[in-house]
């Protein structure tokens, strides 16, 4: 009998009989690592011997046919199909410790009921996640249940109460387009002719700047749970990854209603971050203003909000965004998609009072507000503005004091100040805001 020349093959994806199901299983376990992640070529030996090794084991258990032979493959009766080979591994219900099922009812991937969920809920589950650094498994099931792929992590940031993947992801939600994608939509790229090569799945955190050529992917991949900024659709086979959105989400950050006519200025979308910071002016900053100053943020705006961009407004979008317990990036002063749900919404926490006059970071008082400095007011904050005044040297205008009460005198030295800063107008009317004050006691 000849000896049958054995070659390293990949079964068709889309062969249900058993022969090709089996050798897909085994080289799905040879496969610890796909390619696409970053698994060494080496693997391949492995592969190959597995295929080796099944091949010959029905040579010589009598299957009869060598695998080199080209010929009729006979068509196989009725078989069960397994849970498809993916990257994310199949449909489940949540598990517990250890693996073993939670006794979650239903049938995982029939979304007949969906949970309703909002936007910022979808983003702090996918953070939470993030913080933990959870580690990426096709196999392991994190506290929460979930298994921590990239499909699992999806399941989990959407609530859905199963372990869906990326073939079914899209029956829980609606094709959107590019234009339509709002922070907690997902984008999804299933290839069914051969589901472990490339499928993947992450959610969209928003977009980078206002050209959409980079987007914030929130995305479990090895090693574990991050958020980075990722090219539209992804770094590898941009093209196939499609927008979707949960059928479950509600509120949040929702368009407009063209028939609504909505003008910047009046919107409940968030506009992007380049319509915030240094140099910009338009209406949707001094929409920002005024929700600012409704939320407790009105010392930072002694001459109300403006369409310019301003010291004010970076230094009360940044104590808002402190009175939510954020630090850090998440507390530059620079509006962010949650920052502006929650003040459109009148949600979260409203800005911190002063304490006063109350000594602030190096000792410096905070900014009282700018009630504090009219004529007929008192405040231990007016002797300490009239104290740095004058060691400034623009005390000349002092005849007596500083005191706690506010005068003319108060009020020239401070337009000095601020004329010495090169402005003018109303930018100069000796009335100290915020951008003042800071510069008074830097």
Not at 246 to 265: E, L
Not at 269 to 297: C, H, S, W
Request: hydrophobic share 35%; net charge positive.
């Amino acid at each position: 009998m000849p000896v049958p020349v054995f070659q390293e093959y990949e079964p068709a994806g889309d062969c249900v009989c058993p022969g090709c199901a089996q050798r897909r299983r085994t080289l799905a376990r040879a496969r610890a690592i796909p390619l696409r992640d970053g698994g060494h070529p080496a693997a391949r030996g492995a592969r190959r011997a597995l295929v080796l090794a099944t091949a010959a084991g029905v040579v010589l258990s009598g299957g009869g046919v060598a695998l080199a032979t080209a010929g009729p493959v006979p068509t196989p009766g009725p078989v069960e199909q397994d849970a498809p080979g993916t990257p994310q591994g199949g449909r489940a219900p949540l598990h517990g410790p250890k693996g073993k099922p939670g006794g979650v009812p239903g049938a995982p991937g029939a979304p007949a009921t969906v949970k309703r969920i909002d936007r910022a809920t979808i983003i702090n589950r996918a953070k939470l996640w993030l913080d933990a650094e959870v580690p990426y498994s096709m196999s392991e099931y994190w506290t929460d249940g979930y298994r921590q792929d990239c499909s699992g992590y999806v399941s989990m940031a959407w609530n859905l109460g199963s372990n869906e993947w990326t073939g079914s992801l899209d029956t829980f939600a609606t094709k959107i387009t590019k234009a339509e994608l709002l922070p907690g939509d997902m984008l999804l790229f299933h290839n069914p002719s051969d589901p472990t090569n490339g499928s993947h799945v992450v959610i969209f955190g928003g977009w980078v700047d206002e050209t959409q050529t980079h987007y914030i992917a929130y995305e479990q991949t090895r090693p574990n749970t991050r958020k980075l900024a990722t090219p539209y659709g992804y770094w590898t086979n941009a093209t196939k990854y499609l927008p979707y959105r949960f059928n479950g989400v509600t509120g949040g950050i929702v368009p407009d209603d063209p028939a609504g006519g909505a003008k910047p200025g009046t919107s409940t979308v968030f506009p992007g971050v380049a319509k915030f910071g240094p140099g910009t002016n338009n209406e949707y900053v001094r929409q920002l203003g005024k929700m600012l100053i409704d939320r407790g943020g009105l010392r930072f705006y002694p001459k109300g909000a403006h369409a310019k961009w301003s010291d004010a407004d970076k230094l009360a979008t940044q104590a808002f965004q402190q009175a939510q317990g954020w630090t850090g990036a998440d507390a530059d002063g620079i509006p962010g998609a949650h920052t502006w749900r929650l003040l459109v919404e009148k949600t979260g926490n409203d800005i911190r009072p002063t304490a006063g006059g109350a000594a602030g970071p190096g000792g410096v008082r905070a900014y009282p507000g700018a009630a504090v400095f009219r004529p007929g007011a008192s405040h231990a904050a007016i002797t300490a503005l009239g104290r740095r005044l004058a060691q400034k040297g623009f005390g000349k205008y002092y005849t007596s004091g500083p005191d706690s009460r506010w005068s003319e005198a108060d009020r020239r030295a401070v337009e000095a100040f601020q004329r010495a800063q090169g402005w003018r107008g109303a930018e100069a009317d000796g009335y100290p805001g915020p951008e003042t004050w800071r510069r008074l006691f830097a």
